[in-house]
């Protein structure tokens, strides 16, 4: 099973970048990294996405390894806004259809 | 345009009571999908549909069935509410085909089954 590997937890001070890890060993040729966040009490909102280049946004830059096996989330300037669990996740086609691939996730504290 | 909602935003129900939870998006996506989130989970597919008159199971589909009868709309059935089935639910649904599109999701029901 595809599978991603977070820290449960980082912290972070407003207005520095924050670097979030990911893990994806398993990682096949065509599966997507996705990363959501999730602020509290609310459903999970897109972030960013990439295969096998960095791309980069209005939210954030993600950084993908040369062997994609790991990759990194950059918010550049962390915002109290910022705070939430962010979530790395393989966005698979399996079985005739896509799947996002949930891990647990790394809850992100902005401390002002 | 509303995006994703989800009715009703809070359950309560008994063992053995059913109960069916609609998801409605406005954004004529052709893929809708039900997870639930258990405390400091990730979220877990239930079901998911690639159109209108298709269902099919996802990671955890026992005890939960789904219809799109409606391209707007994908309901989620409990027939027999188990305390098990305590949970967040959040619907989801996405443009098209494809595993670069984002998903877009609805903001949750919260349900307890006593």
């Known amino acids: 099973d595809a599978k991603t590997t977070q820290p449960n937890s980082m912290e972070s001070n407003e207005e520095e970048p924050v670097h979030l890890p990911c893990n994806h060993s398993t990682i096949s040729g065509t599966d997507y990294i996705h990363w959501y966040r999730q602020l509290p009490s609310q459903g999970p909102e897109y972030v960013i996405h990439?295969?096998?280049s960095n791309v980069n946004n209005r939210m954030a830059s993600l950084a993908i390894a040369e062997d994609r096996k790991s990759s990194t989330l950059i918010l550049h300037r962390a915002t109290l806004r910022d705070a939430a669990v962010y979530y790395c996740i393989l966005r698979i086609w399996q079985g005739g259809s896509e799947k996002l691939v949930f891990g647990k996730g790394t809850k992100l504290t902005v401390n002002p | 345009n509303a995006g994703v909602t989800q009715t009703p935003k809070f359950r309560v129900l008994k063992t053995g009571q059913s109960m069916t939870l609609l998801c409605a998006q406005d954004?004529?996506?052709?893929?809708m999908y039900w997870y639930r989130q258990d405390p400091g989970m990730g979220l877990r597919l239930i079901h998911y549909?690639?159109?209108?008159?298709?269902?099919a199971k996802g990671e955890v589909p026992d005890g939960y069935n789904v219809s799109r009868l409606k391209k707007q709309n994908f309901l989620l059935g409990l027939e027999s509410a188990a305390p098990s089935q305590t949970s967040v639910y959040f619907c989801?649904?996405?443009?098209?085909?494809?595993?670069?599109?984002?998903?877009?999701f609805g903001p949750g029901t919260r349900l307890t089954v006593t």
């Open positions: 989801a649904s996405s443009y098209g085909q494809g595993t670069g599109y984002e998903q877009y």
């Open positions: 549909s690639v159109g209108e008159g298709t269902t």
């Open positions: 954004m004529n996506h052709e893929y």
């Open positions: 990439g295969l096998t």
